[in-house]
C-alpha cells in the first residue's frame, strides 16, 4: 500500500508562484509514474503534469512554459513549482502514483492506482 501527503497549496494572487510537494510512503518501491492533477468545482479532473522514474515529464497544454515537474527518487518525493499562475489555475490539486502506465501521458494520471487527499489553491485576480 502506498500513502501520499501534499503539501504546499495556498492563495495567492495572479501572476505568483507556488510549489506543490507530494511524499510516498509505503511500498513505493517501482512507483514509476506520478503525477498531478486538478479538480475545480463543477469541472472534470484534469491531468496537469507527470513524470516517469527516469525523468521524462508530460504537461498539459495550459501550464506548459508555467509548471515545472520534478521528483527526488531518493526522498520518495514529487513537486510541482507553479509560476505566473493565473486565476483559471484554482482547484484542489491532487498527487498521483502508479506502478505501471501504458505510456507516460498527461491525461493517465487522473487514472493512477494511489492519490493523495489534495492541497487547494486559490489565485486571485
Known amino acids: 500500500q502506498v500513502q501520499l501527503v501534499e503539501s504546499g497549496g495556498g492563495s495567492v494572487q495572479a501572476g505568483g508562484s507556488l510549489r506543490l510537494s507530494c511524499t510516498a510512503y509505503?511500498?513505493?518501491?517501482?512507483?514509476?509514474?506520478m503525477g498531478w492533477f486538478r479538480q475545480a468545482p463543477g469541472k472534470e479532473r484534469e491531468g496537469v503534469a507527470a513524470?516517469?522514474?527516469?525523468?521524462?515529464?508530460s504537461y498539459v497544454d495550459s501550464v506548459k512554459g508555467r509548471f515545472t515537474i520534478s521528483r527526488d527518487n531518493a526522498k520518495n518525493t514529487l513537486y510541482l513549482q507553479m509560476n505566473g499562475l493565473k486565476p483559471e489555475d484554482s482547484a484542489m490539486y491532487y498527487c498521483?502514483?502508479?506502478?505501471?502506465?501504458?505510456?507516460?501521458?498527461?491525461?493517465?494520471?487522473?487514472?493512477?492506482?494511489?492519490r493523495g487527499q489534495g492541497t487547494q489553491v486559490n489565485v486571485s485576480s
Open positions: 513524470i516517469e522514474r527516469d525523468g521524462r515529464v
Open positions: 498521483a502514483a502508479d506502478y505501471l502506465s501504458a505510456r507516460l501521458w498527461v491525461g493517465f494520471v487522473p487514472l493512477y492506482k494511489y
Open positions: 509505503g511500498y513505493t518501491y517501482g512507483l514509476d509514474y
